[in-house]
């Protein structure tokens, strides 16, 4: 990863966030429509699931990380977490109160935590 142009490093992780996402959503949709998930639940678990996708993907692809998993799971795993709350307060706040649908509500939770998530990966979980 050393001296490559910081868009290849965006354009990957854009790409890698993307798959995760769709993901998030397939799971979202299926959990609510399928079987009246909740919806602040069924997101939750939609992340969980993308979680796994990202990580992946971010660690071999994305930031090419060379080190153990046992390094940067750990860390990978805390932003994530953390991550995951944003995402379910940000999602509730839209959809239950303010009663936006939900997938709406979800579109604008993923451009919140894409953004943070992407700063903090970059500086932290994955920096060399």
């Known amino acids: ?68 998993h046992s390094k940067r799971f750990p860390r990978y795993l805390a932003v994530t977490l953390l991550m995951m709350g944003v995402n379910a307060l940000v999602f509730w706040g839209l959809e239950g109160p303010a009663g936006i649908p939900y997938l709406m509500a979800q579109g604008v939770a993923t451009g919140v935590v894409f953004i943070f998530n992407f700063v903090i990966n970059k500086h932290y979980t994955f920096a060399q």
Do not use: K
């Open 1 to 68: 990863m050393q001296g490559e142009h910081g868009f290849a490093i965006i354009g990957r992780y854009f790409v890698a966030g993307s798959a995760a996402v769709g993901v998030h959503f397939l799971v979202l949709i299926l959990l609510v429509e399928l079987f009246a998930a909740d919806p602040t639940l069924a997101t939750t678990c939609g992340f969980a699931v993308g979680l796994v996708v990202n990580y992946l993907l971010q660690y071999h692809w994305t930031f090419r990380a060379e080190d153990a």
